[in-house]
């Protein structure tokens, strides 16, 4: 059973920092993993999606690895800003059944 | 713009009154999923649809219920609310035909209260 890990659970940085959120999971078993922001009481907007045979990609301020054999992932966040404050998801889909399992999510909160 | 729509943004039902939410999708999905979320938690999956194919997660408990009569529109019925079914109840659509690039696409959520 695919079970996902995201430490820490809460980060606080100032503003302008350049900061790494991590996802770990213990099955490289995947097709894709994909990283999500929520904000309070809202529902999950997508950032980035990783396919399997990727190792990054990159949109804007956020960068998105992929290492499959170590079971990692990571967000970077370059030049924060307080509307990046959120929780971050990410959801690995695997190859059975093609479910997707979510971390608990890392919330982050950039002080101005 | 294509979205995924969930109605109501808030529901307050009273503990065994039976509740109903509801999803559509302008996406033109073939897969539809219902996702229980609690607080700082990760969302959980209840149940999802392929096409009209009705698949449960093994856990999901026998009151919750779903119906998706067309593609654009699915619901999530739970017959008897107890105060531990208090959450956001997330939906969600994908297209498998997308293979490694099958992107999940959310609506904002429905967060539901019990009294």
């Known amino acids: 059973k695919q079970e996902v890990t995201q430490i820490p659970a809460a980060l606080s940085v100032p503003e302008g920092e350049n900061l790494v959120l991590n996802c770990s999971f213990t099955?490289?078993?995947?097709?894709?993993l994909q990283w999500f922001r929520q904000d309070p009481g809202k529902g999950l907007t997508s950032l980035l999606l990783i396919q399997s045979s990727q190792r990054e990609q990159t949109s804007g301020r956020l960068n998105a690895s992929l290492d499959k054999s170590s079971g990692r992932s990571t967000l970077y966040i370059a030049a924060s800003q307080p509307g990046d404050s959120a929780t971050y998801l990410c959801?690995?889909?695997?190859?059975?059944?093609?479910?997707?399992?979510f971390g608990d999510g890392t919330t982050l909160t950039v002080k101005p | 713009d294509a979205m995924v729509i969930q109605n109501p943004r808030y529901q307050v039902t009273q503990f065994g009154k039976p509740v109903t939410l509801s999803c559509s999708q302008t996406?033109?999905?073939?897969?539809m999923y219902w996702y229980q979320q609690k607080s700082s938690q990760a969302p959980k999956l209840l149940f999802h649809?392929?096409?009209?194919?009705?698949?449960n997660e093994a856990d999901t408990p026998d009151n919750f219920q779903s119906r998706r009569p067309n593609t654009s529109f699915c619901f999530l019925d739970i017959r008897s609310p107890g105060l531990g079914d208090a959450a956001m109840y997330l939906c969600a659509t994908s297209t498998p035909g997308q293979g490694t690039g099958e992107k999940l696409f959310f609506g904002s959520g429905t967060q539901l209260s019990v009294l």
């Open positions: 649809y392929y096409d009209k194919d009705f698949n």
């Open positions: 959801a690995v889909k695997g190859t059975n059944a093609g479910k997707s399992t």
């Open positions: 099955d490289s078993a995947i097709y894709n």
């Open positions: 996406l033109n999905h073939n897969v």
